[in-house]
């Protein structure tokens, strides 16, 4: 069915990957595709061998996180036109995706899945890993609920 809503889900992780957000990524676009209209994948490329609605771009591995991909920010010619734009992280897919939306006037979301300044230690030396923590956090505005729980999240320049 492509009748729907078509969604653009930009992710800096993905398949063959297994983790949260590549399930959660890959099983709402395989709901989504299956009954509400069409959602495009854009992703890191891998070893995954794309199906039909997934575009990987251009990466290389993240020395820091064995494998993690760090991609090019890149919008695929395919994904040119959603009617909305999601994005499962702040990094460079996701920020490609705050592009799309941007420069064609679309929604625009942010799933905020993994709290980064918890993990820095893990994926970045700890000088560079807080240091790069902090900037993003500066790019990235989160509106939360009365239990602290990330709502919906925001870029600079946004006044929705």
Do not use: C, K, Q
């Not at 942010?110 to 993003?136: I, K």
């Amino acid at each position: 069915m492509t009748d729907g809503l078509e969604v653009a889900a930009f992710t800096d992780t993905y398949l063959p990957t297994v983790n949260g957000v590549t399930y959660t990524v890959a099983e709402w676009a395989r709901r989504w595709n299956g009954s509400y209209g069409l959602m495009n994948v854009v992703y890191p490329d891998s070893a995954h061998r794309p199906r039909d609605h997934e575009h990987p771009i251009s990466s290389v591995p993240f020395p820091f996180y064995p494998g993690y991909r760090a991609a090019l920010p890149w919008i695929p010619s395919a994904v040119r036109d959603p009617d909305i734009v999601h994005a499962h992280s702040v990094f460079s897919v996701g920020a490609a995706g705050w592009v799309l939306a941007r420069t064609r006037d679309r929604p625009f979301v942010v799933s905020y899945h993994t709290p980064m300044a918890e993990y820095a230690e893990y994926v970045v030396p700890t000088d560079v890993g807080g240091v790069a923590v902090r900037l993003r956090t500066l790019d990235v505005r989160t509106s939360r609920a009365p239990d602290r729980r990330p709502r919906v999240g925001t870029l600079p320049g946004d006044d929705t």
